[in-house]
């Protein structure tokens, strides 16, 4: 990790290690899982709403994971995401079910993430 600041919710992405098409960046000053090139999790420990889990998804599959792990709610200023802050006493047991599915392949987790701006124009005239 390229910060000195470690996040002290990475631990939650320990069961996707063995997985080959895990990949961890940075997101927002957290750090977000990928399986398969979903972007499925982000650990965030920073300031509330930023602390806790948030679970990549559209809003068409809330209510199934919402109904299956009712900690869950959409994420205050991501509304499209669903949330488990750090402090909710289901937290650990959303997270270990959270990396479950995910690494499960389940369908309702996951979401393709947009692409990145390749660079900005430069300034100087083309020669």
């Known amino acids: ?3 000195s600041i470690r ?3 990475v631990w939650i992405f320990e069961a996707f290690e063995r ?5 961890r960046k940075p997101m927002f000053g957290c750090d977000a899982a990928y399986i398969e090139g979903l972007l499925c999790l982000v650990a965030a420990d920073r300031a509330k ?3 806790g889990l948030l679970v990549c998804t559209s809003q068409e599959r809330h209510a199934a994971l919402i109904e299956e792990m009712p900690a869950l709610r959409p994420h205050p200023v991501l509304g499209k995401w669903l949330y488990v802050p750090q402090d ?3 937290f650990e047991a959303v997270a270990q079910r959270m990396t479950a599915l995910v690494l499960a ?3 309702r987790v996951g979401v393709e993430p947009k692409p990145r ?4 124009k430069s300034a100087l005239p083309k020669t």
């Open 105 to 107: 392949r389940d369908s």
């Open 19 to 23: 997985d080959a098409t895990y990949v």
């Open 49 to 51: 709403p930023w602390n």
């Open 117 to 120: 701006r390749r660079g900005r």
């Open 1 to 3: 990790m390229p910060s």
């Open 7 to 9: 996040n002290s919710l």
């Open 88 to 90: 909710d006493p289901a």
